[in-house]
């Protein structure tokens, strides 16, 4: 898949194509449908399968304080677009001088001028231009005239309700990770490198990998993803390369912790995963935990022996969810 950051680097003699514009925070159900719409489109019609969208939340520069956390970092989105068979990602800087363009602007240099577009397909309520000037509606007079159609995706509805990255968020506040999971068709995760902790765990016998940022073959590695509620959760962890006694891609069954872990004082809010009958030396390896089922929620103990007791009901209670569910993980690329 062709990644171009900015519209000045696709190639003048690009297309045509078949586009799809949207933030896609998540790549979620909905996402998902337009894109496999996309897909099929260009593959139909022989054309490019691009999906447009941006470098950050649009709010992050227009509204600051409104601006949510993402659900996943952009190279994340990247490695789905793939899998769903895109063929190449348009990645816009949004700017405030981005922002304050016509939505003519951006359909003459973008989809017509940059991607030569023949279908553009845009949720119903997509936005666009100066103070969202633009819409479905003016996307398809203007290609009328500029020789693409627009074809407006009705939303996806779980439940009665659409799915939308909002409701997501809302799920994951809450600790109703199997709920995300289910919008998003896959569950919810947080990717980080494996950092030193306290070593309590390893002291009370269930060995735990700490997720943080730090720099990795050289590499700024951020903690990317929407963490969910405090709470001990039924997971599983991706390493994204091989080591030992592990290796890429593969899921290993854990319990996951979430929270400042209240019978011990001072400690700071973590994500820490205790992988299952197994243990392995994590120490600088890059993770994606995914959370599949809420346990309990996180609560303070009155001494260790009460505290091991907890971990260990914990531990089989995930074990069972997980013997249930079965192997739910994603490959990391």
Known sequence: MRVFTGAAQVPRDFGPSA??????????????????????????????????TFDRNPLEVLAPEKCPIELMPLDRRFELFELAGVAAVLVLPFTREFANESPETFIYEVLVGALNA???????????G????????????????????VEPVAPVLVNAQPVSSTRIRLALAEGRVAEAGGLLGRPPEVTGLVVPGARRGRLLG???????AGISEGHQIPVGGYIPADGVYAGWVVPHASGDGVQAGVP????????????????????????????????GMVLTVEFVSFVRPMLAFSGIDELIQSIQGDVDIVRIVLGQVGVAGGQVG
């Open 19 to 52: 586009v799809a514009v949207g933030k896609f925070d998540g790549v979620h159900l909905g996402h998902l449908a337009i894109i496999e719409r996309l897909v099929k489109h260009a593959r139909d019609k022989g054309l490019e399968s691009v999906v447009v």
């Open 118 to 128: 023949r279908i553009v397909l845009a949720g119903q309520d997509f936005r666009f």
């Open 130 to 149: 100066h103070r969202g000037a633009g819409n479905v509606d003016l996307l398809r007079v203007r290609g009328e005239a500029r020789g693409f159609s």
């Open 206 to 212: 269930f060995p735990t990998a700490n997720l943080g």
């Open 252 to 283: 290993l069954p854990a319990a996951i912790s979430v929270g400042t872990n209240p019978t011990f004082e001072g400690v700071p809010r973590t994500v820490e995963a205790h992988i299952l009958d197994r243990t392995l030396d994590l120490y």
